[in-house]
Every structure is written in C-alpha cells, then in structure tokens.
C-alpha cells in the first residue's frame, strides 16, 4: 500500500496528490489525517495523507519520513477540507493544516512530562524499612518516609525538602528497587487563574424554554436545518447555549462554542467552567503552543465534551459532534483574511451538516444574510423579544455634532455626553465610551504647506501614538518618530488631526480627573492575559470608564454599567464597503446592548454627522426588521448578497505596470472563457480597477469584482476563474494572486 499525500504548500506551487510509500515501522500506525514529514523535491515538507492505493503514480516512490503526531483528525475532516478546497479556491493541503495546531504541522508538538518518585514496594515493608534505615541511613529513610506520607513526588520538589532528601539518599533508594522514577504528563492548561463558581442554572425565560426545547428536538434530527436565534441584547442566548450543551452531553455527543473575539473568551469560559468544570477545553490564538495541543489533544481524545474558542475552533477533533453554537454570528472577524480564506459560519453549518449535528447561530443583530434565509426557510428562526429579569432596554440619545460645532462645542465630547458622564460618576456608576478607531491621532498634517505623513509602503496616513511619541501604521507596522519641523517645507505647525481611543483616554483624564479610566484597544491588550486582566478589573469595579474598540461593542457583561457613549457613529459608515450601513448598525446596537444589564435603566448617547442615515435613527430605536427592509431593497437593487454570491480578485506586485496588465489579461480571459462555456449571463465582472487601498507593504493593489447568480453551479464557476487565472501569461515581475469568495471586506 501507498499513502496518498497532499502536502501542506500553496495551491500554485502542488497541484493534486502525491504518492508516498509506507515504512514497515509506520504501516500500524499511518491512518487518513495523519500528519506525516515527507521529501518534496529538495525539502522535506509536511503532508496529510488523503488515501491509500495499491499503483502508484511514478516508478520510484520515496518513503515517509515520519509521522509528526500520534493524534489525528477525525476521518470526516478530510471531507470538509474538500469543501473548503471547492467552495474557497485554496489548496487540499492549506484546507487541512487548519485543522491541526501549528506545533503538529511544524513537527514540535511535544508531550510535557514530570519525573515523579514513588513507592516501589508495598507501603508496610516501607514504613519497616523507614525504622530499621533510620541509624544507618538516616537520609534514605527521611527520604522514603517523605514519599510514604505525600505519595508520589515531583523529583525537583523531594530535593528541596530538607537535607534529608538528596539526590544520593534518592538515587541510592532507586537502586535497592525500594522507589521508583515515574514519567507523568502534565497537561499544560490555559483556565488555571479562572476562579470557579459552582452557580445554579437560572430559572428559563417562557422565551427561552419555548427556543430550548425547539432546538434539543433538532438533536434528535437526521439532517435539522440551521437555527437562527435572534435575541435582543441581554435576553438571556449564553445560557440557551447552555441548557441545549446539557441535553448534548446527556446525550454522549459533545459540542463546539464559537466566539468572534478573543476578548470575549475570558467571559464566556468562565460562565462554562463554573457550569461544565473540567469537561470544557480552549482553543484560540492567544495560547502558548503547548496550552494549544494539549487542549487539542484533550478535545481529540475525549476528554473534553466541550471546545470553546474563536474561529479556528470551528476544526476542534471533537467525536460525536452534537451542536456548534456560532455566537454573534455576524462578526466579520470569523472570515479569515489568509488562504484559504474561509467563513467560520459556513464552515460550522457544512460540518453540522455532516455530523448530523445542529447549528446554532446567535445575535442580537442577525447578519443580513442569515435573516434572509431564515425568513426563506433555510435557517430555523427563533426570536427572544425581551431582557431576562424584564430589565428595560436602555435609551437612546442621538447628538448631532453638526449642530454641536455650530453652537461653538469643538470638543470630542457633545454638553450632552459631558454632562451624563458626570452625573454618572457622581452616582457611582460605570461608563463605556465606544470608538472604533485605536490610536491618538488618525494622521499628522503640516498647516503651513499641506503635507501629511503617510507610510512608504502603504498608501495611507500614519497614525500618531503618544505613548511612543511615534507614527505608525496599522497595515505593515512601519513606525518613525514624529518629526518637528515638516519633512517637505521645514516649518513648525506640525498638527493632530482625527482621534482615536489613546486621544479619548487622555481627554477623559483631563475632563474627569478624579475618575479610574482603563483603555482597551488592540495595543493595550497585546500582553497574553491582558483582556483577561482589563475585564475583570472594569467587572469587579476597579475602575470607572472604560474606554474601547469594538473590543467592548459585544458580548461583555458590565451590571454597573449605565452609561454608554459612541464618539463616532460615522467611523464605519462612510467606508466604501457595501455592508457599511449594516455594520453601523450592529455596532451601535451591539455596544448600546453594554448598559442597562443590571437593576438600573441604560442611557446611550450617539454622536454623529449623519443623523439622517437609516442604520442611525433605525438603531436609536433597536428596529432590526426595520433596518432590514431598508437593507435588503438596497441589496436587490445592486445585486449584492443574499441575491448574488462575490468573488473578490486582488493581484498585487512591486511593479505596477504588471499589474495592470496582469488584471486586465485575466477579466478579458474570464469573459472569454465565460461565453464559450455559456456562463455569460451566470457572472458579472466589474473592474479592473485600483483596491480602495490602492498600496500596501509596498505591492500595488488592483481588483475585480465578479457578482455570481445563485442558481449557478458554483463549483463550475470557480473552476472557471482558476482556468482563467492560469491561461494569463504571468510577467517577468512576482505577481501575488488572491481570490477571495464571499469578501469580508470590499478594501
């Protein structure tokens, strides 16, 4: 037999299988999924094997060198790992590798192990032996005493018990066969510093029992349809989770728990502990490697039901695969931005679908995608009205900052928000103050000549830090120290413009001095531990405001927090994107959702330039059926999703001419190759043209845009666009290609 291996590079560079044989010390321990080391040309490369076959494709067939790990993905994953190959475009082999953590694909996954010393002889010939060795050998038997009272011990911890406990007496026991040396993993966990809580399950919601019961009846399901769980924000959705993982464990079967930000893990594993103890395991990026296999590993044997993490957790080798629940389903931050550039949503109803599993998809703010489906009977739908303990929504405030600036307020705070932020510290409530935009400055200008700072590698305004007294920028990390005098016409008026969350931390500093303020932002929360750490320390009352990106918008729970102020509804709204409208209102939705989560009633405060824009007015009033009739006729008449499916084609390279040409080649290639497979009315092709972020990291950026029926074979199609890429001649000059299904992003 012969393994059948796809080896873990891009699609480009290793087209299909390739054969390998087997060594007779593998052939027991080789199965479908097994990562393996094998020659590749030159290099030795990881690979996964797909299959096994008695012919081989060539005469002379090199060996495996090695398996990198004794554990591996269920069979069934090799199968998801074709959709994502089908539906994505990418490679079998980049379909694969997300599915094992890195330290598997690098060959550096390593068991961590203890030397213990134990009893080697039964404990009453022991407790003799401690007698009779006392006069003779007095530190053999304070050492073997040790071991009879504390059991087996740590070898490092026995040594620093006392002078009695040397490595000679140790050693010298070992030898007589009295001790023995014991080799013990040691599971290298990431929830030790989680404090527990053993709580009882609150008493259901009539809402929550009815969507409960409806969603343990899909349990029992061949094949249920998805389930769209659209609830309002504190209506009680974490603990539906919760009750339906109950029935799955009950059940045998075991669950996945999906969360878009990293930042609301600490939160959402510390409410699974306290109920599911030692049967939940965690996976997501912030984890050292080893904290990520052994995880993996106990996911993979069992020995945990339950697999909460962010986006990539979607591939935990959980067996029995009961429920995945998609938190916060809209978040774009489960599309992943590398190849294979995959939807965590998608991938989490394609691998329900094959396990017999149920999907759970929750939000207050249901994706315009996943509402229409569910209103079309694709998706299950389920609606909680109401706030668990009838705790009120908050108010909503909208402050016209056009009219603030006319009145002479050229402040960043409206006199309405200034004055709530007082009243609600005089109260001793806490406060959230809401700005998508990290950074002290958005771009640096000299007033005498115009010049702005902008990245030499990028084509966008350097952001101004003052912790670093640097400019950065957000897209390749290029950093210099903030000039004096212009770099163009010498003068001195270098000035700030724009303001991000450092600006507003220091502002409220200012206005409030005598109020605690904690910032969290992408580069605050750099540090392993530090969401954690920011949280709990707002959550226990250690400060007052909180100051934050979208890092706060969603999923935290603040019983003190009254107050919520967005600085800027306008952020996301004037982004060339069509999904701005929505993601405008989700985000005021989702971060007005922070107040009024305890006792007393919530107050929001929404400063804008665009008071007029449906998502705003719609969002003051927490109307998402509203938003979405205004959505979806805008959606119908652009042909945009739900009504077509995208693919975004990027090329990139050093040299702009090529480029040009490149793209230009490829749109005519598509349409040409579309109308001889009469495909032509199937597809549309907008572009070429420049990416809205035309640079960056030094490559220029071009695109095309391709809007695809849904009654088209997709699988057609995208073969299509990969025929049409390769027939292009490539220049002389590197040419990176991307082709992106279903974009996250228009920039």
């Known amino acids: 037999m012969y393994a059948e291996v796809v080896v873990d590079i891009p699609s480009k560079s290793a087209k299909g299988l390739f054969h390998y044989g087997i060594p007779t010390r593998l052939r027991d321990t080789v199965r479908i999924g097994s990562a393996v080391l094998v020659p590749f040309g030159t290099r030795k490369l990881t690979g996964y094997i797909v299959g096994f076959t008695e012919t081989p494709d060539i005469s002379k067939v090199k060996d495996i060198c090695k398996i990198q790990s004794d554990t591996v993905i269920p069979g069934q994953m090799v199968k998801l790992a074709e959709f994502i190959r089908d539906y994505y475009m990418s490679s079998l082999g980049e379909a694969i ?44 038997s304070q050492t073997l005493e040790t071991v009879l009272q504390r059991g087996p011990v740590i070898s490092k911890r026995l040594l620093n018990k006392g002078p009695g406990s040397t490595r000679g007496a140790v050693n010298a026991l070992i030898r007589k066969g009295i001790l023995k040396e014991i080799k013990k993993e040691i599971l290298r966990s990431p929830v030790k510093g989680i404090p527990r809580v053993q709580k009882a399950a609150p008493t259901l919601t009539p809402e929550q029992k009815e969507a409960v019961a ?10 249920p349809k998805p ?28 669950a996945i728990v999906l969360v878009p930000e990293i930042s609301l893990a600490p939160q959402m594993i510390t409410e699974f502990l306290n109920r599911f103890g030692r049967n939940v395991a965690v996976l997501h990026s912030k984890l050292s490697p080893g904290e990520r296999y052994d995880e993996w590993r106990r996911a993979e044997q069992g020995d945990a039901k339950i697999v909460i993490g962010a986006r990539s957790a979607v591939f935990a080798p959980t067996k029995d695969l009961g429920i995945i629940v998609v938190d916060e389903e809209h978040e774009n931050s489960y599309k992943q931005e590398e190849s294979p550039r995959y939807h965590a949503r998608n991938i989490a109803c394609e691998r329900a679908k094959m396990s017999g599993a ?11 995608e996943s509402y229409y489906k569910a209103l079309n009977g694709d998706y299950k739908l389920l609606e909680l009205t109401q706030r668990v303990e009838m705790w009120e929504m908050p108010s909503v405030e909208v402050v016209d900052m056009r009219e603030e600036l006319a009145e002479g307020n050229k402040t960043i705070f409206s006199r309405s928000l200034s004055h709530a932020i007082s009243h609600r510290l005089a109260d001793g409530d806490q406060i959230i103050l809401f700005l998508n935009r990290r950074g002290y400055s958005t771009f640096v200008l000299c007033r005498e000549c115009g010049y702005s700072m902008k990245c030499p590698e990028c084509d966008v305004p350097l952001t101004y830090h003052t912790s670093s007294n640097n400019v950065r920028c957000h897209y390749c990390d290029y950093s210099e120290r903030v000039p004096s005098i212009c770099p163009k016409c010498k003068g001195r008026y270098i000035k700030y413009f724009g303001a991000g969350t450092q600006k507003i931390e220091e502002e409220v500093k200012r206005m ?59 952020t996301c709204l004037n982004l060339p994107d069509y999904r701005a ?45 509203g938003f979405y009739n205004e959505e979806i006729a805008c959606r119908k008449e652009g042909f945009y999703p739900p009504f077509s499916r995208l693919v975004h084609v990027v090329i990139s390279g050093k040299h702009l001419p090529a480029v040009e040409s490149y793209i230009t080649a490829f749109v005519r290639m598509l349409q040409s190759k579309s109308r001889l497979s009469n495909q032509e009315n199937n597809i549309r092709i907008l572009g070429p043209a420049p990416c809205t972020l035309a640079r960056i990291k030094g490559m220029h950026r071009w695109q095309a845009l391709l809007k695809i029926n849904l009654d088209a074979d997709s699988y057609s199609l995208n073969m299509l666009i990969k025929e049409a890429l390769e027939a292009c001649p490539l220049p002389s000059y590197d040419i990176i290609t991307s082709i992106d299904i279903d974009p996250g992003s228009m920039l």
């Not at 969603?215 to 061949?222: E, P």
């Not at 389930?227 to 075991?254: F, N, P």
């Not at 320390?537 to 919520?564: C, E, H, R, W």
């Not at 409208?581 to 665009?610: C, D, M, N, P």
């Open 97 to 140: 590798a997300q599915m094992y953590p890195a330290s598997v694909r690098r060959g550096k996954a390593r068991i961590k192990t203890e030397s213990f010393v134990g009893l080697a002889v039964p404990q009453e010939d022991a407790r003799a032996l401690v007698v009779s060795m006392k006069k003779r050998a007095p530190r053999q």
């Open 214 to 223: 409806i969603i343990i009846d899909g349990l029992d399901q061949v094949s």
């Open 227 to 254: 389930y769209l769980l659209h609830g309002v924000t504190a209506s009680g959705k974490t603990e539906i989770y919760m009750h339906v993982i109950e029935s799955v464990l009950e059940k045998g079967r075991s």
């Open 358 to 368: 149920v999907c759970l998809l929750g939000s207050a703010t249901p994706s315009v």
């Open 512 to 570: 409030f001095p005598h109020a605690r303020t904690v910032r969290m932002d992408t580069d605050t929360t750099q540090r392993k531990g530090a969401h954690e750490s920011i949280v709990n320390s707002f959550k226990n009352g250690d400060y007052d405001i909180l100051v934050g990106t979208q890092m706060v918008a969603k999923g935290l729970d603040f019983p003190n927090v009254t107050l919520v102020g967005v600085i800027s509804a306008d």
């Open 581 to 625: 409208g929505e993601r405008t209102f989700q985000l005021l939705t989702q971060v007005a959702g922070r107040a009024g989560r305890g006792e007393k009633k919530g107050h929001v405060i929404v400063q804008t330039y665009s008071p007029e824009h449906y998502s705003i007015k719609l969002g003051k009033d927490y109307n998402y059926k």
